[in-house]
């Protein structure tokens, strides 16, 4: 499975950014996908994932303000990041777990850079 981000750019603080990643290759069935990030000197942190069936959850740090999505039919995650804040400001990187049969697999993609200046 290959996943790649897009929608990382420059936002000024209280603006907002969509994130997408999609899914690619031998895909069997993906359950969970995420949104991770890493700031520098920080360590990889959960932003938001969301199981198959649509359950999210979400970092204390952006309730209210993030809103993860997915669309099954096209293996893709989205993140939609309003009231952005400095501390928003990470390389983000997608997740993905996969099934294929009984054996579980989990993939990342390359990361999406998310600058948050004013």
């Known amino acids: 499975v290959q996943l790649v981000e897009s929608g990382g750019c420059l936002v000024q603080p209280g603006g907002s950014l969509r994130l997408s990643c999609a899914a690619s290759?031998?895909?069997?069935?993906?359950?969970?996908m995420g949104w991770y990030r890493q700031a520098p000197g920080k360590e990889r942190e959960l932003v938001a994932d969301?199981?198959?069936?649509?359950?999210?959850k979400y970092a204390d740090s952006v309730k209210g303000r993030d809103t993860i999505s997915r669309d099954n039919a096209k293996n893709t995650v989205y993140l939609q990041m309003n009231s952005l804040k400095l501390d928003d400001a990470a390389v983000y990187y997608c997740n993905a777990q996969q099934l294929s049969g009984t054996s579980y697999s989990h993939h990342w993609g390359q990361g999406s850079k998310v600058t948050v200046s004013s």
């Open positions: 290759g031998t895909i069997f069935t993906i359950l969970t």
């Open positions: 969301i199981t198959r069936g649509g359950r999210t």
